[in-house]
């Protein structure tokens, strides 16, 4: 055997990993539309985002519309604001104030309903901490070190050790998960391990202080469709570069951001995201937004070169986006309704965090 077979087979083995999370997600996915309008807490689903800075097009495309698909299908759903992770990489916590309520600003223009989705931050539920706690004892050093995310972050950090925050990350978003029941996670390949380690410690949960009895179910994930947008610079869209398309930018900043975008010296325009990664992720993103193949915009641009490329990408977003800047506009003009949002979010999530703990308790022989 080669040196390089260990590696290989690794990758086989995710591919083919991944390749039963799509069969299952799409069958999940087929599920929903037939049944989650009778029966929302069978599909009960957790999903959020850090309050690092302003939500992005990214964002917008992968998971905001995705929420409100399923809202509107009849999912019940927890948003998190996970303002505790904000510190698993950072310093300091920044301007998370501003961030929190920028965030629920594009969740409330983008169509989610505060009244059928509970949206809250992580730090105004005291029982998450407290869940964390029992579910730290189910995993083991080891396999906190082998996450993807760990892994990366750390890499990412010029050399800073360790945190415990950030050594526990994945603990922290199974607290997340499992404080609700939730029964589907919308994620993205790179967020797979993640779950598995939730649904680990769903199960030794169940097995080591139930007896066996299903207090945790194992949630699903639900694979997003949406392909890995780059930033306007060529590389992966990120707040912390500042390569990105925020969807409180006004149609000019818009515009602006997308004429700088990279691309190459190629007149005619071809979809080819090997040899031209940074033309095919402009027809992807107006694709995305126009809802057509990004096969289909390069053939209307053609011979158009650049220039017109990024006139069709820079007409398709403004025109997307055109409505929920709009209802942004006019939201952020009441900061007591997001105020508002926030307080009934965080009492709907209390009330759930509680009568979790207490049945956990109740399992481990706590109740006293």
Avoid: W
Avoid at 299 to 312: F, P, S
Avoid at 316 to 343: F, I, Q
């Amino acid at each position: 055997m080669s040196a390089s077979a260990p590696s290989v087979a690794v990758h086989a083995d995710e591919t083919v990993t991944y390749a039963t999370a799509r069969e299952r997600s799409a069958v999940l996915d087929a599920l929903i539309d037939e049944q989650a309008a009778g029966d929302p807490s069978r599909f009960r689903m957790l999903t959020g985002d850090r309050p690092t800075g302003p939500l992005h097009i990214g964002h917008y495309l992968a998971s905001l519309r995705n929420r409100v698909r399923l809202q509107e299908k009849g999912v019940e759903t927890f948003v998190v604001i996970a303002d505790y992770q904000v510190i698993t990489d950072r310093d300091s916590v920044g301007a998370i104030g501003a961030n929190v309520q920028g965030l629920v600003l594009d969740y409330l223009a983008a169509g989610i309903d505060p009244s059928r989705t509970t949206i809250f931050a992580h730090s105004a539920v005291p029982a998450l901490g407290q869940l964390m706690l029992p579910f730290l004892s189910l995993v083991t050093d080891a396999e906190l070190r082998r996450n993807p995310t760990v892994k990366d972050e750390l890499a990412l950090s010029d050399g800073r050790p360790l945190s415990g925050l950030l050594l526990t990350y994945p603990v922290h978003q199974a607290a997340d998960i499992l404080f609700c029941h939730s029964r589907i996670v919308p994620v993205g390949r790179d967020q797979l391990p993640h779950l598995e380690q939730t649904r680990a410690i769903a199960r030794r949960f169940n097995q080591r202080y139930a007896a066996g009895h299903s207090v945790f179910a194992e949630p699903e994930a639900l694979l997003s469709e949406v392909p890995l947008l780059l930033g306007t610079e060529g590389t992966k869209m990120s707040k912390s570069k500042g390569n990105v398309i925020n969807l409180r930018d006004t149609a000019d900043q818009t515009a602006a951001r997308i004429r700088a975008a990279r691309t190459d010296s190629e007149r005619r325009i071809t979809f080819d995201p090997r040899a031209r990664p940074e033309v095919a992720n402009l027809l992807t993103m107006a694709g995305l937004f126009l809802e057509e193949s990004p096969e289909s915009v390069a053939e209307r641009v053609g011979d158009g070169g650049a220039l017109a490329l990024k006139a069709v990408v820079t007409e398709a977003v403004n025109e997307s986006l055109a409505g929920h800047r709009s209802r942004r506009l006019e939201l952020a003009r009441d900061p007591s309704h997001v105020t508002a949002v926030l307080r009934e979010g965080n009492a709907r999530a209390n009330e759930v965090a509680e009568r979790t703990l207490a049945t956990v308790r109740a399992v481990m022989g706590m109740s006293y």
